[in-house]
């Protein structure tokens, strides 16, 4: 079957260095999202691995591993505006049908 | 408009009421998408157009939810006879083609049913 998992709070503190953690299972695995959601807004894109390895991208950096179904969202120089939610999910099967896990809610405190 | 634009932004309706919920994708996007967040959750796929074709469907949770994008355009998911769990945001989101990298979101649609 196909299944998603990440932790469901985690908190850090501004400036500081923080790993979100997401396991995943299925067939016919494409690739790998990481998306940003403020409260009430709609998500936004962060990162696409298809690949294993890291990728950075500014602040954010994202990293996969196809044959241990992990990746990771590394967020560094943590600022306040990064208090949201982050979605994992990965893309499956021949199209367009993406699978998000439940979101990890990301609190940075002072 | 520049993004994907979701009307309207809130809606509460009695149960058993039936709701439309509107969708504008970005201009020229082919791929439409229609997604369901419940509170505390990750979206969870409903239906996908590419221009006026629903080609899935297979995530609508029942026969009471409907969609359409008769033009290829403008998008409308429709919800009959609504109940308690059907309170959800509902997510528009489009792409201009098949790469899921380039999927612009709504801010959504927040749906109460009392």
């Known amino acids: 079957g196909q299944n998603i998992d990440q932790p469901t709070e985690m908190t850090a503190t501004e400036g500081a260095i923080v790993q979100i953690n997401c396991t995943y299972q299925t067939s016919g695995f494409n690739g790998l999202f990481w998306y940003q959601q403020h409260a009430g807004e709609a998500p936004t894109f962060l990162s696409y691995?298809?690949?294993?390895g890291l990728e950075e991208k500014g602040r954010f950096s994202s990293f996969l591993s196809r044959s241990k179904g992990y990746s990771y969202l590394l967020l560094k120089e943590l600022q306040m505006k990064d208090s949201a939610s982050y979605l994992c999910a990965f893309h499956s099967g021949g199209y367009q049908k993406v699978t998000f896990g439940t979101g990890t809610k990301l609190q940075v405190i002072p | 408009g520049a993004g994907v634009s979701q009307s309207p932004r809130y809606k509460v309706a009695k149960r058993g009421q039936d709701v439309a919920l509107r969708c504008d994708p970005i201009s020229g996007h082919v791929s439409l998408f229609w997604y369901q967040q419940a509170l505390g959750q990750g979206p969870e796929f409903l239906t996908y157009?590419?221009?006026?074709?629903?080609?899935?469907k297979s995530g609508l949770p029942s026969d009471r939810f409907f969609a359409e994008r008769p033009e290829g355009s403008v998008s409308t998911l429709k919800i009959q006879r609504t109940q308690q769990e059907d309170s959800a945001v509902y997510l528009c989101?489009?792409?201009?083609?098949?790469?899921?990298?380039?999927?612009?979101f709504g801010s959504g649609t927040r749906l109460t049913v009392v």
């Open positions: 157009f590419q221009n006026e074709a629903q080609l899935d």
């Open positions: 691995n298809v690949l294993d």
């Open positions: 989101a489009s792409s201009l083609g098949g790469r899921e990298r380039e999927r612009t």
